[in-house]
């Protein structure tokens, strides 16, 4: 006997549909409004079904915060292309895009985060890590020479790299929720110009 | 006859103490650890007595973090004397030793923000806008020049000074997280000097 007409997905390639679906819901909502009988809709299976990927609620918003968190280094990929600050300069750019798209959600993962839930706490700061540490890697291709200014990977170096990402963090959000809300003073392409002049700067009185 | 030999205090002075002594408990604990039990066995006074000033534990923690942002930004209030960067310098020294000795408080009060608290968001919302609204009033009595920088007020601008005070406080909390547990790589005076020369660095790309 043949088997049946329907694709059966095996069951890897089922949670990756779901966790891939969880993150389209999260980018117009926050994690607390994203529940399993809402993926289940969306997804037009069962929520027992659901359950048979993922333990619980908690563990279903893990697993998906983990992969936004994935997608977000992803898309934030350096170019390989030109020097470091243009690199820089486009890595930005991709995280504006990113945050954009994913307003609700991104901000519900960072204050997920925030809020003290150690699981979300794990994957923020591993996402944040993993962004500084690729400022110094790209840095590191151009001999640590990033604009005009030469990176120097000393503790103080890093405290200050780390300020500057809580920095493009804090003014991305602001930026993208008054440019949502029709109220941008700033043009896209000068919020990139910034943030990037920042870095050097912000590393000025360093040691 | 005369009053009792016990001195009475006064409905406002009674409610002056208890949150004082709360903001004092805070400096060692989180938030969500500071119960009105606490409170009441700190005071030496009953529960029932508490509810008297505080309707219930979100109105205490409200009223306690209300007092701990106005303490913020009393010993942050810029000298005098002195030119302009000098006397943000010395804000700066304020705020460092503010968190040193409210490390566990200023944390929750953070997080209880981000946590999407209303009544703390909009507690610590006030205090950042007052801490970013002094740079320019700083700046102003200097004709706007801040070191080698002249400060002009735009929405750019607002949006970048709002940026340095959120590294400010991501690099301060982790320094002093690290301090605290004896990881001291960057020492006090440097930290104070890198935050201080970030400022008109993180102006630099501002239009």
């Known amino acids: 006997m043949s088997g049946p007409a329907r694709v059966r997905m095996s069951p890897d390639s089922r949670r990756e ?5 969880g993150v389209r819901l999260l980018s117009t909502r926050s994690l607390d409004e994203l529940s399993i009988e809402m993926l289940a809709e969306a997804a037009g299976v069962s929520r027992g079904l659901l359950y048979h990927y993922f333990a619980n609620l908690k563990d279903f918003h893990r697993a998906v915060c983990r992969r936004a968190a994935d997608d977000l280094i992803e898309v934030t990929a350096p170019a390989q292309e030109g020097d470091a600050l243009e690199r820089l300069a486009r ?5 504006v895009g990113y945050v954009e798209q994913n307003y609700a959600g991104y901000v519900s993962l960072v204050r997920g985060a925030a809020r003290g839930d150690e699981d979300l706490q794990a994957i923020y700061e591993e996402a944040r890590a993993a962004l500084t540490d690729r400022i110094f890697d790209t840095a590191a291709d151009d001999a640590g020479v990033l604009g005009v200014f030469t990176l120097t990977d000393t503790p103080a170096v890093r405290l200050m790299v780390r300020g500057w990402s809580a920095m493009c963090e804090d003014v991305v959000i602001s930026w993208v929720r008054e440019s949502q809300a029709g109220r941008e003073a700033v043009s896209r392409a000068e919020l ?4 990037a002049a920042a870095l050097p700067g912000v590393l000025s009185g360093t040691p």
């Open 17 to 21: 549909q779901l966790l891939e679906l």
């Open 91 to 95: 890595s930005l750019d991709a995280y």
């Open 192 to 195: 990139l110009a910034m943030l």
